[in-house]
Each structure stands twice: as structure tokens, then as C-alpha cells.
């Protein structure tokens, strides 16, 4: 079993700029494909963002594509979102996932995913 545990979410003005992180509980993290989701109110939880294990292939939703980067430290067993211009519409709760099936592929399926977190709020003000 991995636990997964996000942080940094939070209220921001549109335009603005948040970063979240997730910790992972166990090392075997460095081997797993970690993604980020999110899901608004009375939405499907949605893929925002994913990244290999090595950090060698990252793959974006389209609209988040130049405004969010995915990043990782292996060392330090943790991803991290960073989150700028944001949009009203960015508003959900942001789910991070981590997956140990088909590492090298950065996938976009949420029913790919093994593990997820508890989820963060981020808010973003018009």
C-alpha cells in the first residue's frame, strides 16, 4: 500500500499562482507514474497532469497545457504541481495518483491509476 498526501491548496485570485505538493509514504514511489486529477462540483474527476518515473515523459490536459507544470524528487518521494494563471475554472478538488503498471507511459486514464491521495481544495476567484 502507498499513501499519498496533498498539500498546498487554497484560495487564489484569477491569475494567480498556486503549487501543490504530494507526499508519498513508501521509496517504491520512485518506480510509479504519478498523476494529478481534479473534480469540480457535480463534474467527473478529470486528468490534469502526469509524469514518468525517471521524469523522462510528461503529458498535460490541453487546458492546462503552458499554465501548469509536473514535477518530481524522487530523493525526497514527492510531486509537485505548479499551477500559474489561474482560472476560475481551474477551481476543483486535485487528486494526486500514482500507478506501478506501464511506468513509461504518462497515462491520462484515470482506471490506470492504482493509489490516490485524499485531495486538496483550490479555489480560484473571479
Known amino acids: 500500500q502507498v499513501q499519498l498526501v496533498e498539500s498546498g491548496g487554497g484560495l487564489v485570485q484569477a491569475g494567480g499562482s498556486l503549487r501543490l505538493s504530494c507526499a508519498a509514504s513508501r521509496r517504491s514511489i520512485i518506480v510509479a507514474t504519478m498523476g494529478w486529477f481534479r473534480q469540480a462540483p457535480e463534474k467527473e474527476r478529470e486528468f490534469v497532469a502526469a509524469?514518468?518515473?525517471?521524469?523522462?515523459?510528461?503529458n498535460y490536459a490541453n487546458s492546462v497545457k503552458g499554465r501548469f507544470t509536473i514535477s518530481r524528487d524522487n530523493a525526497k518521494k514527492t510531486v509537485s504541481l505548479q499551477m500559474n494563471s489561474l482560472k476560475p475554472e481551474d477551481s476543483a478538488v486535485y487528486y494526486c495518483?500514482?500507478?506501478?503498471?506501464?511506468?513509461?507511459?504518462?497515462?491520462?486514464?484515470?482506471?490506470?491509476?492504482?493509489?490516490w491521495g485524499q485531495g486538496t481544495q483550490v479555489t480560484v476567484s473571479s
Open positions: 495518483a500514482a500507478k506501478y503498471r506501464s511506468i513509461r507511459y504518462a497515462g491520462d486514464a484515470l482506471s490506470e491509476y492504482e493509489y
Open positions: 509524469i514518468t518515473w525517471n521524469s523522462g515523459t510528461t
